[in-house]
């Protein structure tokens, strides 16, 4: 997770930084929206971005944004305590660069342990995986992936998947507003 600076303010009060991982209100949001990416490496930074896209907009509702950086096992106990999330993600599905897809609930799980990968599929799995051990998987989950064009050093999005972010964003909106009219 990026460190707060004035080119890098926390997201949200989620966010906030500690020795042991992001400090979280007593009270979770009932979703947990995480971006996943590292900003220094062109479009793994999806993720981060599409999240402080959506904070900037905002009109989210009771979410919280997490920017979940590369992965830390220190996000267990959000994902844990949040009924719903999104993560938002590169990942490699074999589509062509910049296509969005959205896997939910077992969709994201055999995404994550299938042939098509995130570009952090072993953590993101894990985590997964201590929260199904513990009957703490949010029963609401969702991946909204982005195929990536280029995973180098770089701090700009490919076109195309730059291109993809407002789709990526809308996406988001969709499953709030899908499991909003369903709860």
């Given at each position: ?135 703490s998987l949010p029963q609401h ?21 730059a291109a993809a972010v407002p ?17």
């Amino acid at each position: 997770m990026l460190s707060p600076t004035p080119m890098n303010p926390p997201l949200h009060p989620l966010s906030r930084p500690s020795p042991n991982g992001p400090e979280f209100p007593e009270t979770p949001p009932r979703t947990l929206i995480l971006g996943l990416g590292n900003t220094l490496m062109t479009d793994e930074a999806l993720g981060v971005i599409v999240i402080r896209r959506l904070e900037a907009e905002g009109g989210l509702g009771d979410v919280g944004l997490l920017d979940g950086g590369t992965l830390s096992f220190t996000l267990a106990g959000p994902i844990a305590d949040s009924p719903r999330l999104i993560v938002v993600d590169a990942a490699i599905m074999g589509e062509p660069p910049g296509t969005v897809r959205v896997f939910e609930g077992e969709a994201m799980d055999r995404q994550l342990s299938g042939t098509g990968k995130s570009v952090h599929e072993v953590s993101l799995m894990d985590l997964m995986d201590m929260a199904r051990i513990t009957g703490s998987l949010p029963q609401h989950r969702a991946l909204v992936g982005v195929e990536p064009a280029v995973i180098d050093w770089g701090e700009d999005l490919s076109p195309a998947v730059a291109a993809a972010v407002p789709e990526a964003m809308a996406r988001v909106r969709a499953l709030l507003h899908t499991w909003d009219a369903a709860d």
